[in-house]
Nanobody
Framework: QLHLVESGGGLVQSGGSLRLSCAVS????????MRWYRQTPGKQRVLLAT???????SYADSMEGRFTISRDNAKNTVYLQIVSLRPEDTAVYYC???????????WGQGTQVTVSS
């Protein structure tokens, strides 16, 4: 059983940057594939980025190089760095831990990011 807590969201001006964190409590964090999603009201969660236990990363095509996912296994934390923020990046950002890609996994409660124009 894992517990995930996202942090680092907030209000930021267009063009700014943020680093979101997802702190994971529970055993064997280094064995989990970690993902970041975001969700806006009335829409489904959208996958943004993935990092495997071997630290291979992948990103959704639409991210245009503005997002960087990383993990620190010593701190049981996964990060999402976002640069050149735009108003359309406004969303609740969630992290997810999966023991393998098809497992339901565990979710955090989300952190709100609001980008002002």
């Amino acid at each position: 059983q894992l517990h995930l807590v996202e942090s680092g969201g907030g209000l930021v001006q267009s063009g700014g940057s943020l680093r979101l964190s997802c702190a994971v409590s529970g055993p064997d964090f280094n064995m989990y594939l970690m993902r970041w999603y975001r969700q806006t009201p009335g829409k489904q969660r959208v996958l943004l980025a993935t990092i495997t236990k071997g630290e291979t990363t992948s990103y959704a095509d639409s991210m245009e190089g503005r997002f960087t996912i990383s993990r620190d296994n010593a701190k049981n934390t996964v990060y999402l760095q976002i640069v050149s923020l735009r108003p359309e990046d406004t969303a609740v950002y969630y992290c997810r831990a999966q023991v393998h890609p098809m497992s339901p996994g565990y979710w955090g409660q989300g952190t709100q990011v609001t980008v002002s124009s």
